[in-house]
């Protein structure tokens, strides 16, 4: 299937289905030992938690075995599918080694250049970046303390003790736009910029649904009651492995008062002062600064 159909204007950044992940291929070692040594091939490298940027107009930087051939190791290749047409890995190399490639671009976090690179390359580095933090993560098995390893091209690791298989796994997470109408909910956390506000949000817990995860989260951190929850969008979110689930909500109550100590500030604004010069709404990178423009876009 050609992901490219799948592909819609209207998406978040780090979103949108640019890779095929071709998961039929994952456990076909002939092809995947092939694609590794082919020079159609291209690699992802991840140094520490960065991933590989150049050029003015910044795109991530994807190299060509010859030039990774030294940091190659076939056990630890993540295979990620299919990306303009060829067979796309992510390379991960330890970040106490000297910084590498710096002739082909800069390591960069996500965070700050990804707004910056098209839609579909940030796509890939997120992609890329969150299988490299969780293979790091799970070196060792949480049944029976045995090592683990590699397996179907890097997408899933295997016990080499018990046998138990081991998935990746992302931690779903809501965040909200609240509004009476006529103004929005936003709240800051203590070690934000002076002045940055932004939506609430928080991880749904277990034996939690989204919509009961969103009035919890709300109610705990603002003493604000929610009624009707409405999704907006999601945005995988790779810092390490959360995945964003955007909500608009209706409150019910307006009566702010900081119930967990989550939040140091948290207060309601109009569009009107959204709007002004100097306020500090969230990074555009965000799906949060998503949900504050779609409040500003809509009749009060």
Known sequence: MNNK????KDFN?????????????????????????????????????KCLVGGDSPHLVLLQRVQIESYINHEHLIFLGL???????????VSEL????????????????????????????????????????????????????????????????CGKRLF?????????LVSDGERCLLGRKEHWPEGRYSTISGFVEPGESLEDGVRREVFEET???V????????????????????????????NIKLNDGELEDARWF????????GMKLPFRISIARRLVDHFLEQDS
């Open 98 to 161: 000297a910084l590498p490639f710096s002739k082909f671009g800069v390591f960069q976090d996500l965070h700050f250049i990804g707004a910056g690179l098209p839609h579909d390359e940030a796509n890939l580095a997120a992609h890329a970046r969150a299988l490299v933090l969780w293979h790091q993560s799970q070196l060792f098995c949480g049944v029976c303390g045995s090592q683990t390893k590699q397996d179907s091209g890097g997408n899933s690791r295997i016990c080499i003790g």
């Open 227 to 254: 009624g009707k929850v409405s999704y907006h969008s999601s945005q995988p979110w790779p810092f390490p492995a959360a995945l964003m689930l955007g909500f608009t909500a209706e409150a019910e109550s307006q």
């Open 270 to 277: 109009t569009r009107e002062q959204l709007s002004t010069e």
């Open 5 to 8: 159909h799948l592909v819609i």
């Open 83 to 93: 990306f303009r047409d060829q067979a796309i890995f992510a390379v991960a190399i």
């Open 168 to 176: 990746p796994r992302v931690d779903p997470a809501i965040i909200v």
């Open 13 to 49: 950044i780090f979103a949108g289905a640019f890779v095929n992940r071709s998961s039929e291929r994952r456990r076909d070692s002939v092809w995947l030992e092939q694609a590794a040594t082919s020079t159609d091939s291209r690699f992802v490298v991840v140094w520490g938690e």
């Open 223 to 225: 003493n604000v009651q």
